[in-house]
Nanobody, 124 residues
Framework: QVQLVESGGGLVQAGDSLRLSCTGS????????MGWFRQAPGKERQFVAAINWSGGRTWYADSLKGRFTISRDNAKNTVYLQMNSLKFEDTAVYHC?????????????????WGQGTQVTVSS
């Protein structure tokens, strides 16, 4: 069992940057593939990015490539999401996910553990 806590969200203006953090507790996340998803009001949870256990492989939603960067620090049991050039449509609750159990990286049902999320609001 692992508990995930996200932080770093907030209210920013379009064009600004934010870095989200997700810290695990209860056990190490250093052997897990980790992911970020987001969910806007009235919409389904959407895949944002994922990173393998070593940080050597990363995956991104096509629409977010070039603006978002996922990274990790296993010594701190933490995964990060750097978000640049934020847009109004990036407004959502951002959730961290751990332990990919199935083949669908972008499928929420294939992840075992979730954090409560952190709100990101981008004003236009």
């Amino acid at each position: 069992q692992v508990q995930l806590v996200e932080s770093g969200g907030g209210l920013v203006q379009a064009g600004d940057s934010l870095r989200l953090s997700c810290t695990g507790s209860g056990r190490t996340i250093g052997t897990d593939t980790m992911g970020w998803f987001r969910q806007a009001p009235g919409k389904e949870r959407q895949f944002v990015a994922a990173i393998n256990w070593s940080g050597g492989r990363t995956w991104y939603a096509d629409s977010l490539k070039g603006r978002f960067t996922i990274s990790r620090d296993n010594a701190k049991n933490t995964v990060y999401l750097q978000m640049n050039s934020l847009k109004f449509e990036d407004t959502a609750v951002y959730h961290c996910a751990a332990h990919l159990k199935g083949p669908k990286l972008a499928g929420p049902a294939d992840w075992d553990y979730w954090g409560q999320g952190t709100q990101v609001t981008v004003s236009s």
